[in-house]
Nanobody, 125 residues
Framework: QVQLVESGGGLVQAGGSLTISCAASGGTFSTVAMGWFRQAPGKEREFVATFDWGEGKTYFGDSVKGRFIIFRDISKRTVFLQMRSLRPEDTALYYC??????????????????WGQGTQVTVSS
């Protein structure tokens, strides 16, 4: 059974930085992509960023472009999201997502077949 375990969430002031991580473990999981979505109370789950491991490409949602960076540690099957210039509107539960084969586009939730439990990021004004 594949598990995605997120860590690193917390409280940060606006303008600050925070890095969260997600490690994949268990199962015979062949990583094709790992990334992040987020969901604020009362809102839809929103694409944040993903790392396409096969192509070595990264993708970002419009609201985080230029502020967030995604990178990986292949040996540890871990993906990191470095968040900078954080804003109160970045406050959300951040979910790690992973795919073991290609289906659709990486901006769509349906492209991923594994999900973590989420880690809370709160940005104070």
């Amino acid at each position: 059974q594949v598990q995605l375990v997120e860590s690193g969430g917390g409280l940060v002031q606006a303008g600050g930085s925070l890095t969260i991580s997600c490690a994949a473990s268990g199962g015979t999981f062949s990583t094709v992509a790992m990334g992040w979505f987020r969901q604020a109370p009362g809102k839809e789950r929103e694409f944040v960023a993903t790392f396409d491991w096969g192509e070595g490409k990264t993708y970002f949602g419009d609201s985080v472009k230029g502020r967030f960076i995604i990178f990986r540690d292949i040996s540890k099957r871990t993906v990191f999201l470095q968040m900078r210039s954080l804003r109160p509107e970045d406050t959300a539960l951040y979910y790690c997502a992973a795919a073991d084969f290609r289906r659709g586009n990486w901006y769509d939730r349906s492209a991923y077949n594994y999900w973590g439990q989420g880690t809370q990021v709160t940005v104070s004004s």
